[in-house]
Every structure is written in C-alpha cells, then in structure tokens.
C-alpha cells in the first residue's frame, strides 16, 4: 500500500494483480480512507464503527474514483470507505491497454471479489455504484448472494435508450461485431457536453484527471459494448435481489447534437426513464429516487441537487443500521 496519489493524504492505495489477458499484467486498484465519524472512546467507537457496514465506491465507464468531497463526506460520517478502479480504468490503467475493453461483464469477479476479502469477508459492504459500474455491481450481487449489505446506485446503466426493444435489435449485430473488431472501437468519438456541464475548464464546478476521464469519452470497444448488451440482458432475465436497492438519476435526461444550458441539470448519458423501468424490477425492496437538477453523476451536479443526493443517501443508509 501507498499514498493515493490521486486523493493525497488521508487515502492508500493497493495494486491487486489479476494475471494478464493479451495485452499485458491486469491490475485492478483498491482505495481506502479510515473512518473518522462522531468523537467516541474504546470500545464505544468499535462499536459505532462495526454498526455500519462499509461503502465500497464503483466507478462508471470512462471513469475513475475521484469524488473525494463524496468519500471524505462518508467517512466523516463514520463509514468505512473504499473504492476500486477496475482494471484498465484509471488507476488501473496499464500503457499499451485498450482503456475499458472487457469481453464480458463477469471478468470484473476477480478484483471484487478480491476486494471484498480484503475489506473483511464477515463485513459485507455496501455497493455504491455508478452507471455501467452499478450494471456490473447489481450482476455479482444476483449471482453473490450474501457478499454485499445492500446496493446504492447512482445512474446505472441497466438498460439501453429507448429500453429493452432497443437492447434486443442491437445485441446480436453488436456481438456479430465484437467477435471481429474484439477491443477497436464500435462507436463514433463521444460529445462532450457531459465533460462541459462538470469540469471547471469548460466552465463545470469539477476538478478532475481529463486523461483518465477524457472529455469526449475514451473510444468506446466493440467488445465492451457487447459485454453491456449481455449483462443487461442477463440481469432483466435473472431472478430479484433479495438486499435493499437505491437507485438514483435525474428527473429527466437530455439529447442532441449542440450542447444546451438545459444539460446542466440533467442527464447528457442515459435515458432515465429506460433505466427507471429496469430499476424497479431488480427486487421487492427497491426505492427509486428521482433528483430534480441532477446530472448523470447526481453526486457531480450542482450544489442542490448534489446535495440533495448525498441527503438521499444518508437516510438510506441510516435504515441498513442493525
């Protein structure tokens, strides 16, 4: 372990070696911060500290874990916090690797898992996942029943736009695809008009690595693309998760080829109401919550509906409490 380099201090890191596929090593990179939480004494902190079940934050696509007012403000409030970089994601990044190639969404099983015996197997966690991350966190808890508390998510990508007619046109042409170009790119380059709404050089509140969250998106693989179709599919045929649900997004998502004021309030990557539809049928103990001037990262909006968010997910979290 080492200073983050990316939080500073107050925050290790840990390379977790995951073999080597045929680019290269794979490595996987796992994020702590200590809780700090309300001033108690001996066994009285012990105590608070067990009561609440850890927070192991997930990353979406093109993305890293980065939010540290999100993490500091958890840990603050006396939650053991973690994050993990998938591999070839930020951290994680190797030269020479395709960022976000993944032939299937069940790779991911390994630094998890690994992760998850790292912060204590009797110690399940609480997933707070974002967008294709929450896809990924929602799979291995239907197939790993008992490893996690619970499931915040933030923006999953559950479902493609337009829902599911869509996801199942595409999904054989896109596999069809993948097998031949595997991790070259399937899409065209990305707009930026997420990246203009969040980060401070293009006029946004947020601070953040363009090289490891590039502005336009890293270039999208044709296998990546295929691993999401699968896993959604999957998960919509899957039986319910038996652990409580948090879905947040914004109240309404917005498209199109110039960027509008608008999108600063609302979501620039997903179509909400798709991923509504699919979050309701995850389980029996799902609450859905949706935040009037959120961006697709609610936690990366502005300061009401940010904090609005983040108030969401402390009562939330307060009703896991034993």
Same mark, same amino acid.
Request: net charge positive.
């Given at each position: 372990?080492?200073?983050?380099? $990316?939080?500073?201090?107050?925050?290790?890191?840990?390379?977790?070696?995951?073999?080597?596929?045929?680019?290269?090593?794979?490595?996987?990179?796992?994020?702590?911060?200590?809780?700090?939480?309300?001033?108690?004494?001996?066994?009285?902190?012990?105590?608070?500290?067990?009561?609440?079940?850890?927070?192991? $934050?997930?990353?979406?696509?093109? @993305?890293?874990?980065?939010?540290?007012?999100?993490?500091?403000?958890?840990?603050?409030?006396?939650? @053991? $916090?973690?994050?993990?970089?998938?591999?070839?994601?930020?951290?994680?990044?190797?030269?020479?690797?395709?960022?976000?190639?993944?032939?299937?969404?069940?790779? &991911?099983?390994?630094?998890?898992?690994?992760?998850?015996?790292?912060?204590?197997?009797?110690?399940?966690?609480?997933?707070?996942?974002?967008?294709?991350?929450?896809?990924?966190?929602?799979?291995?808890?239907?197939?790993?029943?008992?490893?996690?508390?619970?499931?915040?998510?933030?923006?999953?990508?559950?479902?493609?736009?337009?829902?599911?007619? $869509?996801?199942?046109?595409?999904?054989?042409?896109?596999?069809?695809?993948?097998?031949?170009?595997?991790?070259?790119?399937?899409?065209?380059?990305?707009?930026?008009?997420?990246?203009?709404?969040?980060?401070?050089?293009?006029?946004?509140?947020?601070? &953040?690595?363009?090289?490891?969250?590039?502005?336009?998106?890293?270039?999208?693989?044709?296998?990546?693309?295929?691993?999401?179709?699968?896993?959604?599919?999957?998960?919509?045929?899957?039986?319910?998760?038996?652990?409580?649900?948090?879905?947040?997004?914004?109240?309404?998502?917005?498209?199109?080829?110039?960027?509008?004021?608008?999108?600063?309030?609302?979501?620039?990557?997903?179509?909400?109401?798709?991923?509504?539809?699919?979050?309701?049928?995850?389980?029996?103990?799902?609450?859905?919550?949706?935040?009037?001037?959120?961006?697709?990262?609610?936690?990366?909006?502005?300061?009401?509906?940010?904090?609005?968010?983040?108030?969401?997910?402390?009562?939330?979290?307060?009703?896991?409490?034993?």
């Amino acid at each position: 372990m080492i200073e983050d380099p $990316v939080l500073g201090a107050g925050y290790t890191v840990r390379r977790l070696d995951l073999g080597a596929d045929e680019e290269g090593p794979l490595v996987a990179s796992l994020v702590h911060r200590e809780p700090t939480g309300p001033r108690t004494h001996g066994a009285r902190k012990t105590a608070a500290r067990d009561a609440r079940p850890p927070v192991l $934050v997930m990353h979406g696509w093109s @993305d890293y874990v980065f939010d540290r007012g999100l993490l500091e403000h958890l840990g603050k409030a006396g939650y @053991d $916090v973690w994050g993990l970089d998938l591999r070839k994601y930020g951290r994680s990044l190797l030269p020479d690797q395709t960022p976000t190639s993944v032939d299937h969404l069940s790779r &991911y099983d390994r630094e998890i898992g690994t992760a998850l015996r790292i912060i204590g197997a009797d110690r399940p966690p609480v997933l707070l996942a974002h967008s294709a991350g929450g896809l990924t966190a929602a799979l291995w808890a239907q197939r790993r029943p008992g490893t996690v508390r619970a499931l915040a998510l933030n923006s999953p990508w559950l479902e493609m736009h337009l829902g599911s007619g $869509v996801r199942t046109l595409a999904r054989t042409p896109v596999r069809l695809l993948a097998e031949h170009l595997r991790a070259r790119p399937i899409l065209p380059e990305g707009s930026s008009h997420y990246s203009r709404a969040l980060h401070r050089d293009f006029g946004g509140m947020y601070d &953040y690595d363009l090289a490891l969250k590039p502005a336009r998106g890293h270039r999208f693989p044709a296998e990546t693309l295929a691993a999401v179709l699968d896993g959604q599919t999957r998960l919509r045929a899957a039986g319910p998760l038996g652990i409580p649900v948090l879905v947040m997004h914004s109240a309404r998502s917005r498209f199109g080829a110039s960027f509008r004021e608008g999108m600063r309030r609302a979501d620039t990557v997903l179509d909400v109401h798709a991923l509504a539809r699919a979050a309701r049928r995850l389980g029996p103990d799902v609450r859905v919550e949706p935040i009037e001037g959120a961006r697709h990262d609610v936690f990366l909006s502005d300061a009401d509906a940010r904090a609005r968010a983040i108030g969401i997910l402390d009562d939330w979290l307060e009703t896991l409490a034993p």
